[in-house]
T-cell receptor
Framework: QKEVEQNSGPLSVPEGAIASLNCTYS??????FFWYRQYSGKSPELIMS????GDKEDGRFTAQLNKASQYVSLLIRDSQPSDSATYLC??????????????FGKGTKLSVIP | DVKVTQSSRYLVKRTGEKVFLECVQD?????MFWYRQDPGLGLRLIYF???????EKGDIPEGYSVSREKKERFSLILESASTNQTSMYLC????????????FGSGTRLTVV
């Protein structure tokens, strides 16, 4: 069973703080991990991808991956009100015949308070 | 800029109608997907296609069918619309390799009355 688990939130942080979003997944064989941001009424937008254990930084965003613990996280530094959105964790699972699909978590709603 | 275009942003249809949702991508992507998204249920995969003429059932295919006659176009068909198919429908595409994420269209909010 392919499962991606996220705390639904809402997670509230003050402006300027670090927001920490967490995700666990069920399949040790997963190789690719993604974070999407979804504003209310809009479609998901890819913001980070990570494939190897450790940290990957892009501007104010840092993705962290620990395959042994089956855990991936997203840190947002210097959080801004414009970061208020739902963040979806997505994990690649093999789906047979050499193909791969993304399975999405249900998302964590982040609110950044001015 | 790469794009996935869904033909309608909002759609209202009557129960029992046959409904066509169109999705076109200009990225020469092999893989295309249809999801629906409902509050509290997250993204649920309806159908996907790995290449032209190919289609596979996702997690919730009942009441839906798809067509992929050309690489750039993937259509979702509601054979006989019902009120429980009122939802946000999202199309996505991806290059046919493992380490790529999906690019989503802007979505179609379908209301069946």
């Amino acid at each position: 069973q392919k499962e991606v688990e996220q705390n639904s939130g809402p997670l509230s942080v003050p402006e300027g703080a670090i927001a920490s979003l967490n995700c666990t997944y069920s399949d040790r064989g997963s190789q690719s991990f993604f974070w999407y941001r979804q504003y209310s009424g809009k479609s998901p937008e890819l913001i980070m991808s990570i494939y190897s254990n450790g940290d990957k930084e892009d501007g104010r965003f840092t993705a962290q991956l620990n395959k042994a613990s089956q855990y991936v996280s997203l840190l947002i530094r210097d959080s801004q009100p414009s970061d208020s959105a739902t963040y979806l964790c997505a994990v690649t699972f093999p789906s047979g015949a050499g193909s791969y699909q993304l399975t999405f978590g249900k998302g964590t709603k982040l609110s950044v308070i001015p | 800029d790469v794009k996935v275009t869904q033909s309608s942003r909002y759609l209202v249809k009557r129960t029992g109608e046959k409904v066509f949702l169109e999705c076109v991508q200009d990225m020469d992507h092999e893989n295309m997907f249809w999801y629906r998204q409902d509050p509290g249920l997250g993204l649920r995969l309806i159908y996907f296609s790995y290449d032209v003429k190919m289609k596979e059932k996702g997690d919730i295919p009942e009441g839906y069918s798809v067509s992929r006659e050309k690489k750039e176009r993937f259509s979702l068909i509601l054979e006989s619309a019902s009120t429980n198919q009122t939802s946000m429908y999202l199309c996505a595409s991806r290059k046919g390799v493992r380490d790529y994420g999906y690019t989503f269209g802007s979505g179609t909010r379908l209301t069946v009355v």
